[in-house]
């Protein structure tokens, strides 16, 4: 293949041409995604268990008056949960690519190593606590009630990757703690005598549903914040990717990156299930299939698209869970495990082949 010179006169590389090729994969696939979650957003709101057309709805935009049971379900109530699927789902999809980096590994997520099981057990634990005396857990308590509990697990994850080498063995642990964790939980909500507290039974199982403008706007300022730091781990991650000693003799501060790799997951994952429960799959799946429709893995690229791409993926899933059988809704959980699982099941044969090649 003949490359042309550059301006300056010197001839492009193999390794120039493929940087090359990765952004434009990676300015596609994002430009994709972006339309993808414009038509679904679109879709998200059109579409309910109580029918608004389409003209109304663009009305209703434009703000003309319109009736008001239609303005309170679309402002209030389709349009929350249209942008906390995106924000959540792209959150979700993040904690997971921060995950896969920090071990190295591409089928860890925040829902297979038990991280999220961690933190819906803190939030149950600490609603039930709240609403046993007649008190709200409030939103701030929330989230730092399930950043706690996906630390607590998160930590016992790095314990036993400290005595054991089989990233097998570790991901099996995480399991193990994840089911400990949702059988506390069930034993918490079936018992509890509440009626605000039975009703964690829905949140429990993962869902969108009653999420408001406040809860959004907390979601957005974590979630900013997340990525704000993330951007500055680009090139120690990239660095990281290639070897510890190499990124050590890059000037890489090994330590730091690490305690911030698991501090931003870990709180992303808490930020999920605070108020959306447990979203399975996501975490592991989504990056994988960024991953291999840009075919790079360097942060730089796969930063945005892991996160334009989860929002995308959610807010399909989460349309299906409460369209499919309306009024009744299913499970977020339930769609994103019907449509992501044969995803990792195919990325898991595919490192088995690649092993078996070498």
Known sequence: MNFSATENGTIPTSTDWNER?????????????????????????????VAISAGEILSL?????????????LFSIRLPRMVSAILLGGALALSGYLLQTFFRNPIVGPFVLGISSGAKLAV?????????????????????AAFAGSMLVMCFVLAVSVRVKSMSVLVVCGIMAG????????????FADDSN???????????????????????????????FLSLF????????????????GAGVNLRLLRVLLILISSLLAACVTAFAGPVSFVGIAVPHLARSAMKTD?????????????AAVTLLCDTVARTLFAPAEVSISSVTALFLVPVVIVMMLGRRDKREDV
């Open 179 to 190: 089911y400990i964790c949702s059988a506390v939980t069930d034993f918490v909500v079936t």
């Open 124 to 144: 149950a634990l600490a609603m039930v606590f709240f609403l046993s005396r007649g008190r709200e857990i409030g939103l701030v308590r929330m989230v730092a």
């Open 298 to 310: 360097a942060p730089a690229a796969m930063l945005p698209a892991s996160f334009l791409c989860g």
């Open 61 to 73: 935009f434009s703000g003309a008056a319109g009736d008001p049971m239609h303005t309170g379900i």
């Open 233 to 248: 781990l680009v090139k120690p991650m990239g660095a990281y990717r290639l070897g510890e000693s190499y990124a050590a």
């Open 21 to 49: 090729m990765n952004k434009v994969r990676c300015t596609i696939f994002c430009g994709s995604m972006l339309v993808l979650i414009a038509v679904l957003s679109w879709v998200s709101v059109i579409t309910g268990s």
């Open 197 to 227: 507290i039975v009703n964690l039974h829905n949140w429990s199982m993962g869902s969108l549903s009653g999420i408001n403008w406040e809860e959004v706007r907390i979601i957005l300022v974590i979630l900013c914040g997340c990525l």
